[in-house]
């Protein structure tokens, strides 16, 4: 199972943008990248999920080098809202053999 | 609104007690997750279930058992109830089981004393 390592914490204001960098050294061919939102007290929220390149969708960017040693969450124009939690996985999705593991995350704190 | 159902949403029970957490996925997902979160540990993943059968499994204590009905709700069952198994319980579904997109419910706050 790739272990991942990402910034304990982050700092941040409105309107920037944020990225947050998370190490899977050995990850798997199979494996996929993906990366949640939690909010204090909720469930954690899906967020975006790829596999190499550049995968973007409407709240994010994600960014993953030719060597997929490591990722990069990317968070344009950050807003107060945005203060959560963000968990890089790393696990199959073809097979669904094993469900996601979720690490300690990286505690984003956006100030006005 | 994810649209995945967890109750109930807050738990209180003594030592010793058995209680079971219920969730309903979301409608047409055929996959259930269940996911321990307490303050020191940080989300544990401890079962999954596809359509009925067990898929994979985490770090489940031999206490806690869950299934997957017919109709595709799942119950946890936490038996023995200890201190320490005061968390937050959270279920997730997805439609196919194999680590695409979860959607995770409110979560069932359990409060062991």
């Known amino acids: 199972l790739a272990k991942t390592t990402q910034p304990i914490s982050m700092d941040s204001y409105e309107g920037q943008e944020v990225n947050i960098t998370c190490s899977h050294n050995n990850i798997a061919t199979n494996d996929y990248i993906t990366w949640y939102q939690q909010f204090p007290s909720q469930g954690p929220r899906f967020i975006i999920q790829?596999?190499?390149t550049k995968v973007t969708n409407e709240v994010a960017s994600l960014f993953i080098p030719a060597d997929r040693k490591s990722s990069t969450l990317s968070l344009p124009r950050v807003s107060l809202s945005d203060t959560a939690v963000y968990y890089c996985?790393?696990?199959?999705?073809?097979?669904?053999?094993?469900?996601?593991?979720f690490g300690s995350g990286t505690r984003l704190q956006v100030q006005p | 609104d994810s649209g995945v159902t967890q109750t109930p949403k807050h738990l209180i029970t003594a030592t010793g007690q058995r209680v079971t957490l219920r969730c309903s996925p979301r409608?047409?997902?055929?996959?259930v997750y269940w996911y321990q979160q307490s303050l020191d540990q940080g989300l544990q993943f401890l079962i999954q279930y596809y359509n009925g059968e067990e898929r994979a499994k985490g770090n489940i204590l031999e206490r806690f058992s869950a299934q997957q009905f017919p109709d595709l709700h799942s119950e946890l069952n936490l038996s023995s109830l200890e201190l320490g198994d005061s968390a937050l319980y959270f279920c997730?579904?997805?439609?196919?089981?194999?680590?695409?997109?979860?959607?995770f419910g409110q979560g069932t706050r359990l409060t062991v004393v």
């Open positions: 790829g596999y190499k």
């Open positions: 409608s047409g997902d055929l996959s």
């Open positions: 997730a579904s997805s439609v196919d089981g194999q680590n695409t997109e979860a959607f």
């Open positions: 996985l790393v696990g199959e999705v073809d097979t669904g053999r094993r469900a996601l593991t």
